[in-house]
T-cell receptor, first 115, second 111 residues
Framework: ETGVTQSPTHLIKTRGQQVTLRCSSQSGHNTVSWYQQALGQGPQFIFQYYREEENGRGNFPPRFSGLQFPNYSSELNVNALELDDSALYLC??????????????FGPGTRLTVL | GEDVEQSLFLSVREGDSSVINCTYTDSSSTYLYWYKQEPGAGLQLLTYIFSNMDMKQDQRLTVLLNKKDKHLSLRIADTQTGDSAIYFCAARSGSARQLTFGSGTQLTVLP
């Protein structure tokens, strides 16, 4: 059983640019959640995708958008990057059974630095 | 909305027990989680407890939940140097999609 994977590991962008981060969910999981973790803080929920539809959103502006594909992998897109977008971006997957829905398993994250 | 609070730092001697505390504000939180994060890594799910339980034990880990006080704790028995990490408490209400995390407790295990 493969775990949650994310790419790239690290990324450096400049202010105003756009970025796409990728996540492959754990085998058998149909739900992907994205979180932003600023330095020294806990993760903050961005949004969740279930069966290719957005299924809940946190307090993030519309320039944060996402997609989920038929194989349940997901992308996070951020437009018009700001310095404060520098953070570790974490993807978590959860599954189709009731028990598996209670457990969110995280990937290793993508470290984004905005200069 | 939900707010989750944790103390920032805890130091213990190797072999002692560690107790990490967490409080939350939303009484409708139905699932409470403990995650571990090592430097440069993602979050590892350690354990979670459903709100109708008072205690859950899993090998060296014991979770205690006081629903009345909205207080959650994680006890690590026989703490080892490999347990040094940041520990996050998180809460989720039944209908919510997201986990709400605390700021994390940095556990340092001294030899």
């Amino acid at each position: 059983e493969t775990g949650v994977t994310q790419s790239p590991t690290h990324l450096i962008k400049t202010r105003g640019q756009q970025v796409t981060l990728r996540c492959s969910s754990q085998s058998g999981h149909n739900t992907v959640s994205w979180y932003q973790q600023a330095l020294g803080q806990g993760p903050q929920f961005i949004f969740q995708y279930y069966r290719e539809e957005e299924n809940g959103r946190g307090n993030f502006p519309p320039r944060f958008s996402g997609l989920q594909f038929p194989n349940y992998s997901s992308e996070l897109n951020v437009n018009a990057l700001e310095l404060d977008d520098s953070a570790l971006y974490l993807c978590a997957s959860s599954g189709g059974t009731n028990r598996e829905n209670n457990e969110q398993f995280f990937g290793p994250g993508t470290r984004l630095t905005v200069l | 909305g939900e707010d989750v609070e944790q103390s920032l730092f805890l130091s213990v001697r190797e072999g002692d027990s560690s107790v990490i505390n967490c409080t939350y504000t939303d009484s409708s939180s139905t699932y409470l989680y403990w995650y571990k994060q090592e430097p440069g890594a993602g979050l590892q799910l350690l354990t979670y407890i459903f709100s109708n339980m008072d205690m859950k034990q899993d090998q060296r880990l014991t979770v205690l939940l006081n629903k009345k006080d909205k207080h959650l704790s994680l006890r690590i028995a026989d703490t080892q140097t490999g347990d040094s990490a940041i520990y996050f408490c998180a809460a989720r209400s039944g209908s919510a999609r997201q986990l709400t995390f605390g700021s994390g407790t940095q556990l340092t295990v001294l030899p």
